[in-house]
């Protein structure tokens, strides 16, 4: 199963081998999911990888959406099922939901659990009821459901000890600044081991309606500049020029940027966010990083000129 998944690292056959080494019940029942850390070892180490488990029963069609979810049948007694990755399962994920908005916490031994952790303003505010659930469809190192036009949950696939930054950066400009440009963190959901060795294993945010985000709206204005340059030359100086919208989004985009980083450096009272002064070593290696870097954009597009399409 892991094999097949875009967000499995050991891709290309690589050899290696693969067990569960911790397996937490995430609700109450005889048979209730559970979170799963399947530890892959390989020429290059130990990776981590968070699967929240279900017994979905009944038979499962190969055309229902969750047929590339099955990890293997099930049978107990007369009944048959399977077990599936219940990342976008509506009972499972409404049941994560209401317990990060508890606070709540499942213990699996002295040494191990899972906790849920609300922001102040999830946890003030009323949990609505959920009705749909489904994939995002769109994955790298995480899982994404999109919860009704209410949340949005992101399980963690490849797992790393300590604090997500995204979870770190939200909760302090949900709970400690007034911006509210970016979408709320609602809350996470978080392995605790040893007692107090944390990992983040979910995110939960605000849904926000959206048409689309500003790379694909980049990427059209770019296409349609070439475009214009390829059937002759237009606007002033003879040469294509992007749209006045899309200027506008320009603007707003750094707009927005420079209000984050007034917000970031709005609490000096908070130690891992107090602003701090610029040296001269700062800008000569931020510098220093932003030529190697183009040069090697540079040079690797030299590189590749030959097979690159007029």
Known sequence: FLAGQRWFAGKGGEVGETRVSRLVPLDDGELPPALA????????????????????????????????????????????????????????????????????????????????????????QPLPPIAVV??????????TALVDASFVLKIYRRLTPGLAPEVEMGRFLTDATDFRNTPHLMGTIELIEAGRETTTVAVLHQFVENQGDAWSHTAAMLDRLAEDARLGPVGEGGTAAPDRAALARIRQIGRRTAELHLALASRPDVAAFAPEPVTAADVEGWTTALVHNAESMFAELARRQPQLPA
């Open 37 to 124: 850390v399947g530890d892959h070892v390989g020429p290059r180490g130990t990776t981590r990888y968070a699967l929240p488990l279900a017994v979905r029963w009944g038979h499962i069609e190969r055309t229902d959406p969750q047929a590339s979810a099955v990890l293997a049948p099930v049978r107990r007694t007369r009944r048959e099922g399977a077990l599936i990755d219940a990342v976008a399962e509506r009972d499972v994920v409404s049941s994560l939901i209401g317990q990060i908005h508890a606070g709540g916490r499942r213990e699996a031994g002295p040494d191990l659990a899972v906790a849920f952790v609300p922001t102040a303003r999830f946890a003030s």
């Open 134 to 143: 489904r994939p995002a469809g769109v994955e790298q190192t995480n899982s």
